[in-house]
């Protein structure tokens, strides 16, 4: 990996790489629009990309793709992919993704430069740090905000993150729920 790239990531720098993750946690909508729980695993990879100039804004990032796995079976019941970036000047990180059940999520913050641990958000209706979904998402189990809290250590990275969905005929929004902690393993 280009070290000078890596150096440009401020907060993000140890994330590049590839991780696994066995210990995760999901609370999700159940088939009748209740509540299911699952264990799962997990294998993202991270790639530093050269830098993006939108003018005078210098982006440093990684591309990655995640997918997620009930404990014993072989096909993902999640994918993701996208880009978490840095923005050096604002002391901003992104978090861009989308899945394919056609839904995309800008997410960011303020962070420090060092940070070890930061949030991140996005709201349904930001211009800028939001939400969009496809017309049946959006009219049968709407995201609303969805919220992110890392926690990274040299060989090993936590997150917490709490996506929260109006199901349609539902007064309570749904908390959806994915804890997982990552191991670098390359």
Not at 73 to 81: A, I, N, Q
Not at 120 to 134: C, D, E, R, V, Y
Not at 163 to 171: P, W
Request: one cysteine or more.
């Amino acid at each position: 990996m280009d070290e000078k790239m890596i150096e440009n990531l401020g907060p993000l720098r140890s994330l590049a790489g590839t991780w696994e993750g066995v210990t995760g946690d999901d609370t999700a909508p159940s088939d009748d629009r209740g509540t299911e729980k699952n264990k799962y695993r997990e294998r993202m990879v991270l790639e530093p990309i050269k830098p993006v100039d939108n003018h005078e804004q210098h982006l440093f990032g990684l591309r990655y793709h995640t997918q997620a796995f009930r404990i014993g079976e072989s096909d993902p019941f999640h994918d993701e992919v996208g880009y978490w970036l840095w923005d050096s000047k604002a002391k901003e990180v992104l978090k861009c993704f989308t899945i394919p059940r056609g839904m995309a999520v800008v997410a960011g913050g303020k962070v420090a430069l060092n940070a070890k641990r930061f949030k991140l958000s996005a709201k349904l209706g930001s211009k800028t740090f939001g939400i969009a979904s496809n017309p049946f998402l959006d009219r049968e189990f709407q995201t609303v905000g969805f919220d992110l809290e890392m926690t990274i250590s040299n060989d090993s990275f936590s997150y917490d993150q709490n996506t929260k969905i109006k199901i349609k005929g539902q007064k309570k929004i749904f908390a959806h729920r994915d804890k997982n902690t990552l191991k670098k393993v390359n």
